[in-house]
């Protein structure tokens, strides 16, 4: 037999509606959290690798990013001047590794304390560092670093596709960075909800 208490039903009634509340809170960001995971899981598993990588970049004995070698000397004053370098450093560009190859210069690394120079192109992955006194080529490099850096933000799709303005870099960082805030809120729930369905 059902027996209706007027005094205690309307106590109840709220607490049980809040509760049914939290619960489909709980199913919701369980399948946002779900769906979020499902879509965009190839793109979280690129730029965890990624960015595991670079953080390692200086410590991969060369792999990833090269040592920096060191020139004559430290003093800028013995240099030569940065157009000179620069001359030197196409030269030695096309003379050993590609004729073929663009010199259009992406940055140029002063390393003061290194007595170095670094050269690093915008149209490929090589990069030369010259002595900043003789202009001698102390090394070339492949920057796989700079390759795994487009990769995690995805301007390497701007390279391949020539966009004017880095514009899928912008998409594709502020998509996966809301998906990122998504998916921490969502899993932090999860976690906490039960726990404060059950205290209540």
Known sequence: MYLYC??????IMPKFTKRQRQAKWLRIFRKVHRATGAALFI???IIAITGLLLGWKKHSGGVILSKSYEGT???LKHWLPIDSLHTLANTYLLENVSKELSTKIDRIDIRKEKGMVKFVYENHLWGLQLD???GKLLHIERRYSDLLEQIHDGS???NYVGTSDNQIKVFYTTIMGLALLLFTITGFWLWYGPKRMRKK
């Open 73 to 75: 000397s430290t003093e």
């Open 156 to 158: 390497i799709l701007d």
């Open 6 to 11: 007027p005094l205690t039903y309307p106590k």
């Open 132 to 134: 900043g006194v003789t």
């Open 43 to 45: 793109f979280f598993f």
